[in-house]
């Protein structure tokens, strides 16, 4: 468990954005006007928005320095160039394809590579690389181990792929069937868990010998970096920096929402060696992205990233994040709430079968506990549970994933101490009067990623 004191933030604040209070009885109505979905609740009206890390960090002086001097250009763009060359620098790949965010990345590399009836291993797939291989009539298969779904034991690198499981699965498909294997780093949708350098190797071989390219959802690249160093033996003395170059020497590739560890508000990538590939995935951006150098970004959003993915690796930058983290989790836990353990690299996520026991699964705990948490505090936190993941299965009846999982995501260098305690503190109060919270019935959805645009009620 991290020590309770925080590392002093390593920046300081030039610009500030007021925050907005609301009463409870407000709350209550915008709640109700949202069909008690906190995606469809005005931001202003949220006093600490934990909703996502992606895309909400706090850019530096450097990078908006950055965005004055972007190249808009069409093509060309001097921009471009300097953003792959910051790619190139930690990733190690020869070509850089920007897109304009991380689904993005997704949707043009398996709506290039992917066909009808094929299988994706990962370690647990996030929603959105869930949702692109299914709209193609793939199927995305996770293959985490089984640490990846005990909430309690205190293990280094619960986001480890069980190996095991991925050499049976490829026995058993055919690797024509398998276009490609991912490793999500940090598993988000699995507790934020990192994944070891030692797993990344075992992954890469089982590839190699199949021949299947290996390609890292790498949107938290740098705090996994951190874990390896701070976790796994014979890394404490490297850079953070040099341990994600080793980490990309294992893979084919990655995709990136830059939304995360390259600290900007929009961007992504795709980086790959193959230039074939490359060239496929090239044709199908300019059809839905835009052009080569520049991908569905501006010139300035590129210049942002090169300079963001700089300042991510810096080692004081690194250890305060994950520690400001870990601190939210300690208050937590000190006050009985149910957590993931460890406490992960981007959030901390509440377990929301065990925070509302009286609440069964098809009542949605955790989605309750997002709007209890809403109306109680305006904090507002993320479902990772039933809603995002259940599926019905061939029977009609719904399957529920392993985890039913709320999610505090912090967004990276956004908010100071006294936000988290005020979110601790809501949480605690909660926590003693959570026979109070009631369960959920959904009234309108979406056939993909429902959770973005349902409508609930309470029951
Ligand atoms: C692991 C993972 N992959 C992919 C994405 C998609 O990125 P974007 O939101 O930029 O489309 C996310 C976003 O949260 C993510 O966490």
Redesign the pocket.
């Known amino acids: 468990m991290a020590p309770r004191t925080m590392p002093v933030e390593p920046y300081r604040i030039k610009v500030v954005e007021a925050i907005h209070k609301t009463t409870r009885r407000e709350r209550e109505s915008i709640l109700r006007r949202a069909g008690y979905n906190v995606f469809n609740i005005l931001a202003e009206k949220v006093t600490i928005d934990l909703l996502?890390d992606?895309?909400t960090s706090a850019m530096s002086d450097n990078q908006w320095a950055g965005m004055m001097v972007g190249d808009e250009s069409y093509a060309g763009a001097r921009s471009f160039y300097t953003m792959e060359r910051s790619v190139r620098n930690i990733f190690g790949f020869k070509h850089v394809i920007p897109t304009h965010?991380?689904?993005?990345a997704?949707r043009v590399l398996f709506g290039t590579i992917l066909k009808k009836g094929d299988f994706v291993p990962n370690n647990i797939h996030?929603d959105?690389?869930r949702g692109n291989i299914e709209f193609i009539g793939a199927e995305a298969v996770d293959l985490a181990g089984r640490a990846a779904y005990d909430c309690r034991s205190i293990l280094p690198f619960k986001g480890d792929m069980d190996t095991g499981k991925l050499e049976e699965f490829i026995r058993d498909k055919g690797r024509n069937k398998i276009p490609l294997v991912m490793l999500?780093i940090t598993n988000?949708?699995g507790g934020g868990q990192p994944v070891s350098l030692a797993n990344i190797r075992r992954v890469s071989r089982i590839c190699r010998a199949h021949k299947i390219p290996f390609f890292f959802?790498a949107?938290?690249f740098a705090e996994n970096a951190y874990f390896i160093k701070h976790r796994e033996k014979g890394y404490s003395r490297k850079s953070a920096l040099a341990i994600a170059r080793k980490v990309f020497s294992y893979a084919d590739g990655a995709?990136m929402?830059a939304?995360?560890d390259a600290l900007v508000n929009i961007g992504?990538f795709i980086t790959l060696n193959d230039d074939a590939l490359a060239e496929r995935l090239k044709n199908l951006l300019i059809i839905s992205e835009g052009f080569p150098t520049y991908g569905g970004l501006a010139g300035r959003d590129l210049e942002a990233i090169a300079r963001g993915l700089e300042e991510v690796l810096d080692e004081d930058y690194l250890e305060h994040r994950i520690r400001q983290v870990a601190y939210l989790g300690d208050l937590l836990d000190e006050a009985g709430v149910p957590i993931f353990k460890p406490v992960g690299g981007h959030a901390v996520y509440l377990l929301a079968d065990e925070f509302l026991p009286h609440i069964p699964r098809h009542r949605y705990p955790g989605w309750a506990l997002t709007v209890a948490l809403y109306r109680e505090s305006g904090v507002r936190a993320v479902e990772i549970g039933g809603v995002m993941f259940g599926r019905k299965g061939e029977d009609g009846k719904e399957r529920f994933p392993e985890l039913e999982l709320v999610r505090l995501a912090i967004p990276r260098r956004l908010y100071t101490v006294s936000h988290l305690n005020y979110v601790a503190e809501a949480l605690a109060h909660l926590y003693k009067n959570r026979n109070k919270v009631r369960g959920m019935k959904i009234v309108h959805q979406a056939p993909q990623l429902r959770h973005f645009t349902v409508r609930m009620k309470e029951v």
């Open positions: 996502t992606s895309g965010q991380g689904r993005a997704e996030f959105t690389t999500t988000n949708s959802d949107c938290r995709t929402s939304k995360k992504g």
